[in-house]
């Protein structure tokens, strides 16, 4: 049974970093993500990886700032954030899912962890 669960999130000014973690993302052949949503807006996809390696995905808007990895000894999915921006500002969440479409598209993703709050002020 898969159970994911983020931490990592806090409060920072603009330019600051944070490294979010996901625990639970066990090794095999599974679509791994994060998301974001921002108060009354839609959730969007932030990265995305594969357990069993491949290429990786990334949001233009954080592009060149954030870093998705895998520790699989740890059964860890981490996101590196660098040069926080306020419109950084929402609740992430990792995912993991088994159904094929684009990395981005919700409906691939199966399991959600319960979010952690990441807030940027200027």
């Known amino acids: 049974q898969v159970q994911l669960v983020e931490s990592g999130g806090d409060s920072v000014q603009a330019g600051g970093s944070l490294r979010l973690s996901c625990t639970g993302a066990r090794s095999g052949n599974d679509r791994l993500a994060w998301f974001r949503q921002a108060p009354d807006k839609e959730r969007e996809g932030v990265a995305s990886?594969?357990?069993?390696?491949?290429?990786?995905y990334y949001a233009d808007s954080v592009k060149g700032r954030f870093t998705i990895s895998l520790d699989n000894d740890k059964n860890t999915m981490y996101l590196q954030m660098n040069n926080l921006k306020p419109e950084d500002t929402a609740k992430y969440y990792c995912a993991r899912g088994f159904r094929g479409g684009r990395w981005s598209d919700e409906m691939v993703y199966k399991y959600w962890g319960q979010g952690t709050q990441v807030t940027v002020s200027s």
């Open positions: 990886t594969r357990t069993g390696g491949g290429p990786t």
